[in-house]
């Protein structure tokens, strides 16, 4: 509706001026702004006013919660921090930075920043416009904004945390005033990031006043119905299936694992993860033990839980990957001189640390009379592992189905293993149970759309996710069309899954499938390479508004994707590279371009 002198009491002007405030702000403004308007008429005219609710809410604060997440940790905490605050009577908005419109930034009074860093010190894929906009001179001014900030990182990184310390110091350049002092959370987040949820929460009830208690008064408790299980308390899942899916003459060992999730309460959809907690080896853990001249049943102190030291190094602390903190401490213990200066150059450090653990940090500068106790408070938590769910939970019911590649490697003259693919491929029993919990992805999503065709590109274990969303496509009667880019090494012996696509082929539901297998001629060819072969029927594609998903290795196979995407986006749209990279960002500002990357 639109106002003017002839539907309302209005001068045209104030109509006019009426009409440009209403149309700027969001709906939660809109609320905010008609029970400011009840409380203000009710000081105006000494009465109370009709709708008391309305105006007891302009005293009300607010916060507007902006995540940006890769892979759900963010989302998770942000979501979090919105319950917590609802608890306490604060209006609280929660909000991905890939749908938030920044020029309100300037209208907000509280604002939380939740960011995770991946790659080299980039923001997540959702939030790269919003993290260029704010660095950008369109930025607007933040004076009277209170905010704080949540980091999200891992240490053995180079940039840790990096895009939260961005957006920390872009908002106190643009005078916005810090309500607490950022947090950079390591792998191990869930106490950092619980402890910065309460001070943020703390500091807006401070400002606030009594309003928020007598609010907060009303708020009512958990959501019926939601699983008992998650990120910190895992569900024990008994393992039903655990079979090599590669031929022989493979060179590698690619398992499909079955779990049951039976009376746990959890569910998933298409595209989300499972968290799973994994065991270092025995091997190396009795190894590190040896050689710091330990004992292995030693008691330690876990914070309030005591074990031995064999069980913490293999199952509560991380011991495969070394972190600059890690060598700092390190170094202040064993004195050595040649640590110290290795610590100075931060280039030549990560090269050290690259592809080393904890015995060989050990055997390098070993130190004498190390306490076991000290050792495990210098560690990290061993964190949970994600794998893409490879079912769909319309197909399975009360399974979850994973694939999982195992990790062995040559480094430094010793054999190395992936933690979580080592110990589920190798040393798990018949009768074992893995403590896993669901990692919601809703940046990986189907198209709700059920005639949307998709493109899917996942080598590797890659395409675990696009097994899920066929097998959701076909329970869901869905008609759109599916194309999927596949690749490995060799045809005969890689081709993961070979029977269910080509069933799926016959049936109608693949209309295509695409392989790249590199190893099966002279010269190598990789999905990407396909992508470029068929360049025109893509884009046709993406001209009826196909949705393209990639999944797999974000070192090298998802730039190397992208750059043939926008290859072809170039040369089939005639347009420059400029253009062409812009049009695939906005593919993915239209949920149309999605990538679960690792």
Request: charged share 25%.
């Amino acid at each position: 509706m639109t106002l003017s002198s002839n539907n309302s009491p209005l001068t045209d002007e104030q109509a006019r001026q009426l009409n440009d405030v209403l149309g700027a702000l969001e709906s939660h403004q809109v609320d905010w702004l008609s029970g400011y308007l009840a409380g203000w008429r009710a000081a105006q005219t000494g009465q109370p006013s009709a709708g008391g609710a309305a105006a007891a809410s302009a005293e009300t604060p607010s916060l507007t919660v902006l995540y940006g997440s890769q892979t759900g940790n963010a989302e998770g905490v942000a979501e979090m921090l919105g319950e917590q605050a609802s608890a306490r009577g604060i209006n609280a908005t929660v909000v991905d930075m890939a749908d938030y419109k920044p020029r309100q930034l300037k209208s907000e009074s509280h604002v939380a920043v939740l960011a995770s860093t991946h790659g080299e010190g980039d923001p997540p894929d959702g939030a790269l416009d919003f993290h260029e906009f704010m660095h950008s001179r369109k930025a607007p001014g933040l004076k009277g904004v209170h905010y704080g900030v949540l980091a999200l990182g891992d240490t053995s990184y180079e940039h840790f945390c990096q895009t939260g310390k961005d957006f920390d110091a872009r908002f106190a350049e643009l005078g916005a005033t810090q309500l607490v002092e950022r947090v950079d959370c390591d792998v191990d987040y869930d106490d950092p990031a619980e402890a910065w949820v309460s001070a943020m929460l703390d500091a807006i009830e401070a400002r606030a006043g009594a309003a928020v208690s007598a609010a907060g008064s009303q708020a009512t408790g958990s959501a019926p119905g939601k699983s008992q299980y998650d990120r910190k308390h895992p569900f024990p899942a008994p393992v039903l299936e655990n079979i090599v899916l590669n031929g022989r003459g493979s060179n590698k060992e690619t398992r499909h694992i079955e779990l049951s999730l039976e009376d746990s309460g959890l569910s998933y959809r298409p595209g989300d993860a499972v968290g799973i907690y994994p065991q270092n080896t025995p091997r190396l853990v009795a190894a590190i033990i040896e050689k710091l001249g330990l004992s292995a049943d030693e008691t330690v102190s876990l914070g309030e839980t005591q074990t031995t030291l064999a069980q913490a190094l293999q199952h509560y602390r991380e011991i495969t990957v070394l972190t600059k903190p890690l060598m700092e401490q390190w170094a202040g213990y064993s004195g050595d001189a040649q640590l110290q200066k290795l610590l100075e150059d931060q280039s030549a450090l990560n090269e050290w640390m690259r592809g080393r653990d904890l015995l060989d940090l050990a055997e390098a500068w070993p130190v004498e009379g190390l306490g076991a106790d000290t050792l495990t408070g210098m560690l990290r938590k061993l964190p949970p592992r994600l794998y893409s769910i490879a079912s769909s939970q319309a197909a399975v019911e009360d399974e979850v189905h994973i694939t999982v590649a195992a990790v062995r490697y040559e480094s430094h003259n010793r054999e190395r293993e992936g933690v979580a693919s080592t110990w589920l491929a190798d040393r798990l029993e018949d009768d074992a149970s893995v403590p896993v919990y669901i990692d919601p992805n809703k940046n990986f999503k189907l198209p709700d759309d059920d005639d949307a065709p998709i493109i899917m590109v996942g080598p590797g274990t890659g395409v675990a996710p696009f097994r899920a969303f066929l097998q959701e496509r076909e329970e869901r009667g869905a008609n759109g069309r599916n194309w999927l880019f596949f690749g490995e090494q060799q045809f005969r012996a890689d081709f993961l899954y070979q029977s269910e696509w080509l069933a799926w082929r016959r049936q109608g539901m693949l209309e295509h499938i695409t392989v790249a297998f590199s190893r099966d001629q002279a010269e190598k060819v990789y999905v990407q390479d396909r992508i470029r072969d068929y360049a025109t029927e893509l884009w046709s594609w993406l001209q009826d508004g196909a949705y393209i998903y990639v999944c797999g290795d974000a070192d090298a196979m998802a730039p190397d994707v992208n750059e043939a995407l926008i290859d072809m986006i170039a040369h089939e749209g005639n347009k420059s590279r400029d253009e062409a990279t812009e049009y695939l960002r906005d593919l993915a500002r239209e949920k149309r371009y999605q990538r679960d990357v690792y």
